[in-house]
C-alpha cells in the first residue's frame, strides 16, 4: 500500500488549496480514504473522509463547509479542496487508508492502517 500527498505548500489567508492523495498497491475500490493534519505540538486531527464508493463522507467541524472530497477510479486519487485559508490551518496533511467496504468512513486516525508522508501546508498574511 502506498499513499503519495501533494498539493500542498504556501497559500495567503483566504485562499484554497486542493490536495492530492495518489494509491497504489491496492484495490482503491475496496478502501475508505481520510485526510488528517498535525500541526506542531498539537495531536493528529481528523477532516475529512470518504468510503469506497464515495457514497458515506464526513468532515471535522474545522472544515466543515469549506471543504470538498472526491475520489476519482481512473486515476486511483482521492482530492481534497480547502477553502478559506487561516493561520491556524497551517499543519503537515496526511492521508490514510484502510479496508472496510460497506461500513461508513470515521475521522479517528486508530481506524486507518495506512499513511502517506505527509504535505506541509503554511498559511501567510
Known amino acids: 500500500v502506498q499513499l503519495v500527498e501533494s498539493g500542498g505548500g504556501l497559500v495567503q489567508a483566504g485562499g484554497s488549496l486542493r490536495l492530492s492523495c495518489a494509491a497504489s498497491?491496492?484495490?482503491?475500490?475496496?478502501?475508505?480514504i481520510a485526510w488528517f493534519r498535525q500541526a506542531p505540538g498539537k495531536e493528529r486531527e481528523g477532516l475529512s473522509c470518504?468510503?469506497?464508493?464515495?457514497?458515506?463522507?464526513h468532515y471535522g467541524d474545522s472544515v466543515k463547509g469549506r471543504s470538498t472530497n472526491a475520489r476519482v477510479s481512473s486515476s486511483n486519487t482521492v482530492y481534497l479542496l480547502m477553502q478559506h485559508f487561516q493561520h491556524d490551518d497551517t499543519a503537515v496533511y496526511y492521508c490514510?487508508?484502510?479496508?472496510?467496504?460497506?461500513?461508513?468512513?470515521?475521522?479517528?486516525?486508530?481506524?486507518?492502517?495506512?499513511w502517506g508522508q505527509g504535505t506541509q501546508v503554511t498559511v501567510s498574511s
Open positions: 498497491g491496492f484495490t482503491f475500490g475496496e478502501y475508505t
Open positions: 470518504i468510503d469506497e464508493n464515495g457514497g458515506s463522507m
Open positions: 490514510a487508508s484502510t479496508y472496510s467496504p460497506g461500513m461508513p468512513c470515521l475521522l479517528s486516525s486508530s481506524f486507518y492502517t495506512s
